[in-house]
Nanobody
Framework: QVQLVESGGGLVQAGDSLRLSCAAS????????IGWFRQTPGKEREFVAG????????LYADSVKGRFTISRDNAKNAVYLQMNSLKPEDTAVYYC?????????????????WGQGTQVTVSS
């Protein structure tokens, strides 16, 4: 079982940047695809970005393409989400999760071992 802890959230202004971290412990982290998701009250948890176990394949939601970058450091058991040019609509709780497969999927039902989330608030 993999345990995940997100960090790096905060309150920023539109146009600012944040870097979220997802720290993993437990079973072999480097074998898993990792996804970042976000959720606002009353809405479904939505896919933001995903990265393959090797880091060579990434996938982004259309809403964040060109602004967000996902990366990973398997030696440190960590995945990162660099968020640039933040917009008020990026405000949400951000979660990371694992998928024990080489394929990145955009549905949250394909992921498990969710972290507790980190709040990102972008003011206009």
């Amino acid at each position: 079982q993999v345990q995940l802890v997100e960090s790096g959230g905060g309150l920023v202004q539109a146009g600012d940047s944040l870097r979220l971290s997802c720290a993993a412990s437990g079973r072999t982290f480097s074998s898993y695809t990792i996804g970042w998701f976000r959720q606002t009250p009353g809405k479904e948890r939505e896919f933001v970005a995903g990265i393959s176990w090797s880091g060579t394949t990434t996938l982004y939601a259309d809403s964040v393409k060109g602004r967000f970058t996902i990366s990973r450091d398997n030696a440190k058991n960590a995945v990162y989400l660099q968020m640039n040019s933040l917009k008020p609509e990026d405000t949400a709780v951000y979660y990371c999760a694992v998928r024990p497969s080489i394929r990145i999927e955009m549905t949250r039902y394909e992921y498990g071992s969710w972290g507790q989330g980190t709040q990102v608030t972008v003011s206009s």
